[in-house]
């Protein structure tokens, strides 16, 4: 297993040696589909997030420019291969470990009067990703502190191109009953790196007052581009165009994730697939606890869509997670970064 560094999450400034051809890639890398994809039914929520109910689709939106270090968007290849945030994660994880760049995405959020709520990153694991298992069960995976030994380590660094107001990030580095951290627009050219897999985060209300948020109920088909002729962010839902934003008021946030391995035998195990956990594997282990806590029920008939265990799962290793306060209500329980 991974031994932390000496920090638990780092700030770096400058996060790239060119931001602005980071922000020009944003903008011609359209569309962008919404965020809300990433659960794919109410019951996967609940048992994930503890959001639950019918599947809301916010103006939050994202696109993947590397996934499992195959790059999708030309040019992403400098927002991967980032040094400073390799350095970064290095203090994190530890001097010796092995930091092997795999992921770029982007989030673009468009004004909104309700926050990001705080969650913590989808994990990883030695023959579960999101590859081939869904979102809520690697989050109960995780949860449950069953499965740490095959849980590969993830560094995460996230920047920001927004000048507010607004849109504040809020993490928990010492764990979600400490003081959290602030980050606050307008953001010039910074980073924090951690592991946001284990640290809480968040994000404010993006938008001011005279700022209208979008009223209309989107759905999981909707895009978002941005229109190099009008200068403006364009959600287009149903054939036709739902909303526009000026540049100014549209959040856009870029997550970089690294593989950590503790050394190369490690890192050679998870390419191997040697000893990947296999779903029946994943449901004794469950089960075994579940037992232990005096909890019972049926082997699911599909483990990745039986209601009734994804239920009792959620129940048994549900998350107390910390509260994204308004700006307003900014006080001696947050720091500000710096």
């Not at 606890?289 to 029920?297: E, F, I, S």
Request: proline content about 8%.
């Amino acid at each position: 297993m991974v031994d932390t560094g000496p920090a638990t999450a780092v700030r770096v400034q400058p996060a790239f040696e060119d931001p602005d051809g980071v922000m020009a890639l944003i903008l011609t890398s359209g569309p962008y589909h919404p965020l809300a994809r990433d659960a794919r039914s109410g019951n996967e929520r609940e048992a994930g997030g503890g959001r639950g109910g019918s599947v809301f689709v916010p103006p939050w939106f994202r696109r993947d420019f590397a996934t499992f270090g195959e790059v999708h968007v030309d040019g992403a290849e400098t927002m991967l291969y980032n040094d400073r945030f390799t350095d970064a994660a290095l203090r994190v994880f530890g001097p010796k470990a092995l930091i092997e760049p795999s992921t770029v995405y982007v989030n673009v959020m468009g004004p909104c009067d309700y926050p990001f709520i705080a969650h913590v990153d989808v994990p990883v694991f030695r023959g579960a990703s999101r590859r081939n298992a869904p979102v809520w069960l690697l989050h109960l995976m995780h949860a449950s502190r069953l499965f740490e030994d095959e849980r590969v380590h993830l560094a995460t660094a996230v920047s920001w191109f927004f000048g507010g107001p607004g849109g504040d990030f809020h993490y928990w580095p010492d764990g979600p009953d400490a003081r959290s951290v602030v980050e606050s627009p307008p953001f010039e050219n910074v980073a924090v790196v951690a592991d946001n897999e284990l640290t809480y985060h968040g994000v404010s209300p993006v938008g001011a007052d005279g700022v209208e948020p979008l009223t209309a109920a989107l759905t999981l088909d909707a895009e978002l581009a941005h229109d190099p002729v009008t200068a403006v962010w364009a959600i287009r839902d149903r054939g036709e165009i739902v909303a526009d934003y000026d540049a100014g008021v549209v959040r856009t946030t870029v997550s970089w994730k690294a593989q950590v391995y503790v050394d190369e035998q490690e890192r050679d195990l998870v390419r191997s697939g040697d000893d990947a956990l296999q779903l029946a594997t994943i449901v004794d282990r469950f089960q075994a606890d579940l037992a232990a806590r005096g909890l019972t029920v049926a082997d699911p008939s599909d483990p990745l869509a039986d209601e009734r265990w994804m239920t009792v799962l959620a129940e048994a290793y549900r998350r107390s997670a910390p509260r994204v306060p308004p700006a307003a209500e900014r006080g001696p329980g947050q720091s500000r970064g710096k």
